[in-house]
């Protein structure tokens, strides 16, 4: 299923393109023009990308204003907007290095770790008593121990919660043991009733990325009839891309991004930072089955994001075949897992808005410079 070419070594390093542009978002129609006939194919099957000119006339009074916060007003007066959009997941971004610019209500760390401590005591704090248990009962990881979710999204629908009350609080042991607890609760889920079998893996890290309760935990479902409309899609889209081309779309997908410097091995999972994210520098994982090495690369992400770049709020997604039997074909299909940077939860401006929700991702973040950060964070791992 996946290009199995160095993928048993520790880490193979991403391709170097025999060209001279610096590798940054706004150089991406010249990096891909300069990739080989094969990766330049490769490319135009799965991306569309065009650049635009954005300008503007700013009035004097306005002047030492943008100047303060975006260096210089020329800078303003014409902008550069790369837009890349993938023909075979329909994901676009929109990208403007001046985004991450733009003036916003920033506090410090300091505040939301007195806002986590302040939480302490809630029912998480104490989940035998304060949180209910599925039918089946719990799962008891060595870090961890699943509940029922109160308000379900479907039929089954548990939680893990930490027994580290500070969501940000993470070691390569704990992020398996949560990993390892959710999938358990997904067989306890399937055995218990075999008709769902489509399991989802979600991790919202604080209210910014949409978290009830601050304390630690992820959630699981596992869905009936056919798996989640966005986790379909993609399967199906995946399928038509195999049927059109031969190849697998996942392996396509990563050396694309690895002929890019985007993308590389590391063990026996592809890592890519996506040319179409869905926010802030997302992440992609691809491995052929939920094993240990996934879990390490997912806690390499996070630690980078955390230690690197200052993340105090994230998702992350694990999207897979289903547990069980089904009448669709998953054949070529992995397990892949999507991290994405949600933003600072003490700033009340929203990072997604009516362009996320119905028409592009639009992205303040480069992701050459992220893809950069965890290239070195993975040769550490």
Known sequence: MLNSTGLEKRREPPAQPAHEVAPRILNLPEMVAALSDED???FDRIFSVSE????LAAPEAMHDWIRGYFGSVEAVANQQIIKVTNRVSWEGALYNELRARRPLEVRGTADLDRVIAE???????HPLDGTPADTFGRVQGKHSITASNVAKYDGSHGIVIFDEHHPLALTRERVRDYIDTAWKWGQKAHAADPSASYFFFMWNCVWKAAASLVHGHTQMTLTRDMHYSKVEFLRRQ?????AQYAANYFDDLHAVHRALQLGFAWRNVSVAVSLTPVKERETLLIASS???NLKDAIFTVLDTFVKQFGVTSFNVAIQMPPIGPAAEDWSGFPVLARIVDRGDPMNRTGDIGAMELYAASVIGTDPFFVAEALDAAFQEA
């Open 52 to 55: 635009v000119s954005g300008a």
């Open 290 to 292: 939920l094993n240990d």
């Open 238 to 242: 995946a399928a038509a891309y195999c």
């Open 40 to 42: 330049q194919e490769r």
């Open 119 to 125: 939480t302490r005591n809630d029912p998480f704090c």
